[in-house]
T-cell receptor, first 117, second 109 residues
């Protein structure tokens, strides 16, 4: 157990629908990152939150949004789903700032496998 | 931005040594990470290099040359369980990790 919890583990939904993926970071970690990994593709950075505030955006579609709550858990909302959104979605967390954590990188959750049919 | 290149696939024999290369271009260098990822599972941290040279950790070693924008991961005494994807990643200034597409290593008997 990495300490980063993602739910659900698997999700099957239809095109056009909306889903919410949830992530609880490792205890004490303030930063949460979301990544998308499509079949045979690398991990694509989507968005970072730090202590409740959006800190950086990567290749995140406008149909996708995220937030981090006061208890530091985060949710990734995916709407108007398309077949191409089928992927593994990973959440990762790290400590209070880059200076303290770049020696150790992130801790990843086990991911949510989203299948859009 | 960040640009990372790795070979797509490699095959090696059990008990052998394999070297997985990574070249990168980044605006501002904040270190380089290697992760291991088994199919369908989360990436797990292997190593972090910020200074030039070789870092050894058991059967795995990682090398960095900042002037050449080059790193490699060296796996010794290969075991079947080492069959996985190996991901090279560099962080930007905000600690967001940018990954290469990964090298899928297959270890054969």
């Amino acid at each position: 157990d990495s300490g980063v919890t993602q739910t659900p583990k698997h999700l099957i939904t239809a095109t056009g629908q909306r889903v919410t993926l949830r992530c609880s970071p490792r205890s004490g970690d303030l930063s949460v990152y979301w990544y998308q990994q499509s079949l045979d593709q690398g991990l694509q950075f989507l968005i970072q939150y730090y202590n409740g505030e959006e800190r950086a955006k990567g290749n995140i579609l406008e149909r996708f949004s995220a937030q981090q709550f006061p208890d530091l858990h985060s949710e990734l909302n995916l709407s108007s789903l398309e077949l191409g959104d089928s992927a593994l979605y990973f959440c990762a967390s790290s400590g209070s700032g880059p200076d303290r954590d770049t020696n150790y990188g992130y801790t990843f959750g086990s991911g949510t496998r989203l299948t859009v049919v | 931005g960040q640009n990372i290149d790795q070979p797509t696939e490699m095959t090696a024999t059990e008990g052998a040594i394999v070297q997985i290369n990574c070249t990168y271009q980044t605006s501002g260098f904040n270190g380089l990470f290697w992760y291991q990822q088994h199919a369908g599972e989360a990436p797990t941290f292997l190593s972090y290099n910020v200074l030039d040279g070789l870092e050894e950790k058991g059967r795995f070693s990682s090398f960095l040359s900042r002037s050449k924008g080059y790193s490699y991961l060296l796996l010794k005494e290969l075991q079947m369980k080492d069959s996985a994807s190996y991901l090279c990643a560099v962080p930007d200034g905000a600690n967001n990790l940018f990954f290469g597409t990964g090298t899928r290593l297959t270890v054969i008997p």
